[in-house]
């Protein structure tokens, strides 16, 4: 890669535009009306890199997973629009929905309920190529799968497993080879590491970071585990009830955080080292996150925020630029704030 | 300081339809009063099934557990009873450990009910006192859990479990659930009801940070055995046992200064059924020699802290 890239590989390759996914709860069995709207994800605009790790942290609720599903086109959303490798993925023809569904996988937290325990591992990676009609071979597709399994570091003898028989560290391998099975572009990781314990964690991390050098990826990392974010990120977005408070790349994000949220995040989260934890500041945030039925108005943060003054209930806060490719939504902090924030760390 | 908690070689085996699982092999240590001890290991190393044993919600096969001095397993009737209140225990899921078609003032209420057969006003009074402890008020009394939050339902676990003023508390992974902002308020609780009611904690987590942040000391356990034990600065910042270091080395850092390739251990757990012979992490230790597949190492002095170990780092 050099410099001056056409305008095809320079631009994103997934870009989100005001999205908003928002769920009715409806009430009574004869006559159903809708008696409250809950506003998962509430104008969401995000850009991914080709080639790079997106990561999108915040706590239950915030709305993560609705956006990785409305990707997939699992979930239909309410309005904005979703762009891949420049094209609307709501208006696709049959042929571009066939090419967008090979390109964009995903895996999934829990490797014990995502793999089908009546499924060999050979039967479970093969699925993806005859659904898509790749490989009509049974023969070539043998050969595809102990590939895969090679590449995700299990002997091709595991194709004749089943998942009972399987560690959660082995499943989570098998459910990556079955992502990949269609050589995508884009993979959404799902709380991908959360269910495994830190010594297969810290595997699985490794071999997602050699499959993206490997392959070329690019992942949108949906996790609530800042640290395992901070180490696999280009890019990190940190959501709160439905929208995103910040977003910038990883290194300046973590080094210099700009909205309160993701201060106090970063100060909540304990570190393994002794002498690092006695020097950093613990400031607790109180409460907990509201109910997306009934949001709070302004900000929505703004009910525990430490800097919070009396205009925050009233306007929410627009993403605004804080540094170069960092933004911040707070009227406090970000830019325009009477106050210059305290930058450097 | 007395120990408070006395467990000496502890030993626990299931027997299942595939053969006996030596879950507990010989597992020894002290709590001393208003000290927070950290059980810490991976899924299946034993740690939850010492804390059960411990409460007698499992059965040991062998050892011996002293709480305030006397032979826990040997009591009987009322002694037996009376040593339970200074015993309690907050487990992990708040979504399970609490009845849902009870109030809030008979969860935390129950225990006082059960052991003092206190009623009507005065144990309502008790109640609200408990939740006020650990930040709750009285009008929660009448609700159910289901109108709480995570991190609400975790004080009333902790509300419950304080009802009869124990000594030693154990806390089996008490914000694995919680998400990271109110895992932080729950941790300072537990900070703030140690100093002011002067317990004692046993922590078990597999999440080194949450050890590190409100342990004093850590007994670090694989597949039955402790193989490290000592303060928490002490064994965080220069293992000894291999494992410990593996550990450790498995765990991305927030700070970018510290951000490291990980390093993980490879392979997997060795089946329980089926443990290897001597030290049963020879399969997966790079510093591994004949002697460590020989017979499993005992738990030997260095320095001020323990080790199980042939080969220990450093030193």
């Given at each position: 890669?050099?410099?001056?890239?056409?305008?095809?590989?320079?631009?994103?390759?997934?870009?989100?535009?005001?999205?908003?996914?928002?769920?009715?709860?409806?009430?009574?069995?004869?006559?159903?009306?809708?008696?409250?709207?809950?506003?998962?994800?509430?104008?969401?605009?995000?850009?991914?890199?080709?080639?790079?790790?997106?990561?999108?942290?915040?706590?239950?609720?915030?709305?993560?997973?609705?956006?990785?599903?409305?990707?997939?086109?699992?979930?239909?959303?309410?309005?904005?629009?979703?762009?891949?490798?420049?094209?609307?993925?709501?208006?696709?023809?049959?042929?571009?929905?066939?090419?967008?569904?090979?390109?964009?996988?995903?895996?999934?937290?829990?490797?014990?309920?995502?793999?089908?325990?009546?499924?060999?591992?050979?039967?479970?990676?093969?699925?993806?190529?005859?659904?898509?009609?790749?490989?009509?071979?049974?023969?070539?597709?043998?050969?595809?799968?102990?590939?895969?399994?090679?590449?995700?570091?299990?002997?091709?003898?595991?194709?004749?497993?089943?998942?009972?028989?399987?560690?959660?560290?082995?499943?989570?391998?098998?459910?990556?080879?079955?992502?990949?099975?269609?050589?995508?572009?884009?993979?959404?990781?799902?709380?991908?590491?959360?269910?495994?314990?830190?010594?297969?964690?810290?595997?699985?991390?490794?071999?997602?970071?050699?499959?993206?050098?490997?392959?070329?990826?690019?992942?949108?990392?949906?996790?609530?585990?800042l640290s395992?974010?901070r180490h696999?990120?280009?890019?990190?977005?940190?959501?709160?009830?439905?929208?995103?408070?910040?977003?910038?790349p990883s290194d300046e994000l973590f080094a210099n955080p700009?909205?309160?949220?993701?201060?106090?995040?970063l100060e909540?989260v304990p570190t393994p080292d002794p002498d690092l934890e006695r020097s950093r500041p613990?400031?607790?945030?109180?409460?907990?996150?509201?109910?997306?039925?009934?949001?709070?108005?302004?900000?929505?943060?703004?009910?525990?925020?430490?800097?919070?003054?009396?205009?925050?209930?009233?306007?929410?806060?627009?993403?605004?630029?804080?540094?170069?490719?960092?933004?911040?939504?707070?009227?406090?902090?970000?830019?325009?704030?009477?106050?210059?924030?305290?930058?450097g760390a | 300081?007395?120990?408070?908690?006395?467990?000496?070689?502890?030993?626990?085996?299931?027997?299942?339809?595939?053969?006996?699982?030596?879950?507990?092999?010989?597992?020894?240590?002290?709590?001393?009063?208003?000290?927070?001890?950290?059980?810490?290991?991976?899924?299946?190393?034993?740690?939850?099934?010492?804390?059960?044993?411990?409460?007698?919600?499992?059965?040991?096969?062998?050892?011996?557990?002293?709480?305030?001095?006397?032979?826990?397993?040997?009591?009987?009737?009322?002694?037996?009873?009376?040593?339970?209140?200074?015993?309690?225990?907050?487990?992990?899921?708040?979504?399970?450990?609490?009845?849902?078609?009870?109030?809030?003032?008979?969860?935390?209420?129950?225990?006082?009910?059960?052991?003092?057969?206190?009623?009507?006003?005065?144990?309502?009074?008790?109640?609200?006192?408990?939740?006020?402890?650990?930040?709750?008020?009285?009008?929660?009394?009448?609700?159910?859990?289901?109108?709480?939050?995570?991190?609400?339902?975790?004080?009333?676990?902790?509300?419950?479990?304080?009802?009869?003023?124990?000594?030693?508390?154990?806390?089996?992974?008490?914000?694995?659930?919680?998400?990271?902002?109110?895992?932080?308020?729950?941790?300072?609780?537990?900070?703030?009801?140690?100093?002011?009611?002067?317990?004692?904690?046993?922590?078990?987590?597999?999440?080194?940070a949450?050890?590190?942040?409100?342990?004093?000391?850590?007994?670090?356990?694989?597949?039955?055995?402790?193989?490290?034990?000592?303060?928490?600065?002490?064994?965080?910042n220069?293992?000894?046992?291999?494992?410990?270091?593996?550990?450790l080395d498995?765990v991305p850092s927030i700070d970018p200064s510290q951000r490291h390739r990980l390093?993980?251990?490879?392979?997997?757990?060795?089946?329980?059924?089926?443990?290897?012979?001597?030290?049963?992490?020879?399969?997966?230790?790079?510093?591994?020699?004949?002697?460590?597949?020989?017979?499993?190492?005992?738990?030997?002095?260095?320095?001020?802290?323990?080790?199980?170990?042939?080969?220990?780092?450093?030193?």
């Amino acid at each position: 890669m050099t410099a001056g890239l056409p305008p095809a590989i320079a631009a994103p390759l997934v870009e989100l535009r005001d999205l908003r996914v928002h769920f009715p709860i409806r009430k009574g069995l004869i006559i159903e009306r809708s008696v409250a709207i809950v506003k998962a994800v509430d104008g969401v605009t995000l850009s991914i890199r080709r080639g790079k790790t997106m990561g999108l942290v915040g706590e239950s609720g915030c709305g993560k997973t609705t956006i990785g599903r409305t990707i997939l086109k699992l979930q239909v959303p309410t309005s904005g629009a979703i762009r891949f490798d420049g094209a609307d993925i709501a208006t696709l023809d049959a042929a571009g929905m066939k090419r967008f569904r090979r390109r964009v996988q995903a895996v999934f937290q829990d490797p014990f309920s995502s793999l089908n325990p009546r499924m060999n591992v050979g039967q479970i990676i093969a699925e993806p190529l005859i659904v898509h009609d790749v490989m009509s071979e049974p023969a070539e597709r043998r050969d595809r799968v102990s590939e895969l399994l090679a590449l995700c570091g299990l002997p091709a003898a595991f194709a004749g497993r089943y998942p009972h028989e399987m560690s959660g560290g082995q499943r989570q391998r098998v459910g990556i080879a079955r992502a990949l099975a269609l050589n995508p572009d884009f993979v959404i990781c799902d709380e991908a590491v959360s269910a495994l314990d830190v010594s297969i964690q810290a595997q699985i991390i490794r071999l997602l970071e050699d499959l993206r050098d490997e392959l070329n990826l690019t992942y949108l990392f949906i996790g609530h585990d800042l640290s395992v974010v901070r180490h696999l990120c280009d890019d990190v977005a940190v959501m709160y009830l439905g929208r995103i408070a910040e977003v910038g790349p990883s290194d300046e994000l973590f080094a210099n955080p700009g909205h309160p949220y993701t201060r106090a995040l970063l100060e909540a989260v304990p570190t393994p080292d002794p002498d690092l934890e006695r020097s950093r500041p613990h400031q607790v945030l109180g409460g907990e996150v509201p109910s997306p039925i009934d949001p709070p108005a302004g900000c929505v943060f703004h009910p525990r925020c430490s800097l919070a003054v009396a205009g925050c209930g009233t306007r929410v806060p627009p993403l605004l630029p804080y540094g170069s490719d960092h933004a911040v939504a707070c009227t406090e902090t970000g830019a325009g704030a009477s106050s210059l924030p305290e930058k450097g760390a | 300081m007395s120990a408070l908690l006395e467990v000496r070689d502890l030993d626990k085996r299931y027997r299942t339809r595939h053969g006996v699982i030596h879950a507990v092999q010989g597992v020894s240590f002290d709590v001393r009063e208003k000290e927070t001890v950290a059980l810490v290991g991976e899924s299946g190393c034993g740690k939850s099934t010492v804390a059960l044993s411990l409460l007698h919600l499992i059965e040991h096969d062998g050892g011996r557990v002293r709480f305030e001095g006397a032979e826990f397993d040997q009591l009987k009737g009322r002694r037996e009873q009376e040593l339970r209140r200074d015993l309690s225990i907050v487990f992990q899921n708040p979504y399970s450990s609490l009845n849902p078609r009870m109030r809030i003032k008979d969860i935390v209420g129950e225990p006082m009910r059960t052991a003092y057969g206190t009623r009507g006003r005065e144990l309502v009074e008790r109640v609200r006192e408990q939740l006020e402890a650990v930040g709750l008020g009285p009008e929660h009394l009448r609700r159910f859990p289901h109108e709480f939050s995570g991190g609400q339902r975790q004080r009333i676990a902790i509300a419950r479990a304080l009802a009869l003023e124990p000594k030693l508390l154990i806390l089996d992974e008490p914000t694995a659930a919680l998400d990271v902002s109110v895992q932080a308020q729950v941790l300072n609780l537990l900070r703030e009801l140690q100093r002011r009611l002067g317990l004692s904690y046993l922590l078990i987590s597999h999440n080194l940070a949450t050890v590190e942040s409100i342990a004093d000391r850590v007994l670090v356990m694989y597949f039955g055995r402790i193989v490290e034990s000592g303060t928490v600065s002490e064994v965080f910042n220069d293992p000894r046992h291999p494992y410990t270091r593996a550990l450790l080395d498995s765990v991305p850092s927030i700070d970018p200064s510290q951000r490291h390739r990980l390093k993980p251990l490879e392979g997997d757990l060795p089946s329980p059924l089926r443990p290897p012979p001597g030290c049963a992490f020879a399969p997966r230790c790079a510093r591994a020699a004949h002697d460590c597949t020989a017979r499993p190492p005992p738990l030997g002095s260095i320095g001020s802290r323990e080790a199980a170990c042939y080969h220990p780092l450093g030193g």
